[in-house]
């Protein structure tokens, strides 16, 4: 295990728009369960990436911000070193978008994405809106993933990624798939915010930089997931 966990949250002044912040309190929560010290680096778009952290995320925004972060994410180049070094990732949405090759501006235009996912996206025919519920690839070994979307993309996978999971309830990558992961890299439509109503998805991400974690009490993990699943599922 690391004597300290190193979060960074790449973006909050361009990609926060949906609680992403969430995703930050929760991991560092669930690491600190562990007795695991935490430190958060917060990186504004006008600041490089550093190369060092354990986990890494980027979070949703509208579609202008999202432009912004692709272009200044593809000439720092800090995240493509952390990747390689070995860090993890959890990419929600725009972000998600963002880790592909290509995905759609304002207008549908393609812009260039920074390529650290086998995925393309462009804009579907009318914006997926609502809460979300999809069946885990059984490799990963999670429980099923709850959310809400919100997002006009949709999202082709490549052969270089596989999908995250099958939706049930809602739209995701809008092929009955949703979200992908590849290496250390999560990426996924889900806001929730995503980790607060999946602990199993934190601790996963967790895992791979800490190795195997000792189970802690969820509590109102628990109660969050299963009202919203409950509300959503056909009984
Ligand atoms: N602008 C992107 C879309 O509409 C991402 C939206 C989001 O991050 N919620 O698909």
């Known amino acids: 295990m690391p004597s300290e966990l190193s979060i960074v ?5 361009l990609l926060s728009t949906y609680g992403d912040q969430g995703n ?6 669930r690491a600190r369960a562990r007795g695991i010290p935490t ?12 190369q060092q952290g354990d986990v ?7 579609d202008r911000p999202q432009i912004l972060g692709a272009e200044r994410l593809r000439r720092d180049g800090g995240l493509h070193a952390a ?3 070995g860090a993890a990732l959890l990419a929600v949405c725009a972000g998600y978008q963002i880790m592909g090759t290509v995905f759609g501006g ?10 650290l996912l086998d995925i393309s996206s462009g804009r579907g025919e009318r914006r997926a809106v609502g809460e979300l519920a999809a069946e885990v690839d059984p490799a990963l070994g999670l429980p099923t993933l709850t959310g809400f979307e919100n997002h006009m993309g949709v999202t082709r996978l490549g052969p270089g990624v596989r999908p995250l999971s099958r939706t049930v309830v809602g739209t995701g990558n809008g092929d009955g798939t949703e979200g992908c992961y590849a290496g250390r890299i999560i990426g996924t439509y889900l806001h929730g915010p995503a980790l607060a109503r999946n602990p199993a998805l934190a601790d996963l ?23 919203r699943l409950r509300a959503v599922l056909p009984a």
């Open 9 to 13: 949250w790449i973006y909050p002044d």
């Open 24 to 29: 930050v309190l929760v991991l560092e929560q």
């Open 106 to 115: 304002e207008e549908g235009q393609p812009v260039s994405g920074v390529g």
């Open 83 to 85: 990747i390689q070094r």
């Open 39 to 50: 430190r958060t680096i917060h990186v504004r778009s006008s600041d490089p990436v550093p």
């Open 205 to 227: 991400l967790l895992s791979w930089v800490t190795g195997p974690l000792p189970a802690i009490d969820d509590g109102w993990y628990q109660a969050l997931r299963d009202e």
């Open 56 to 62: 890494y995320l980027i979070g949703g925004g509208e």
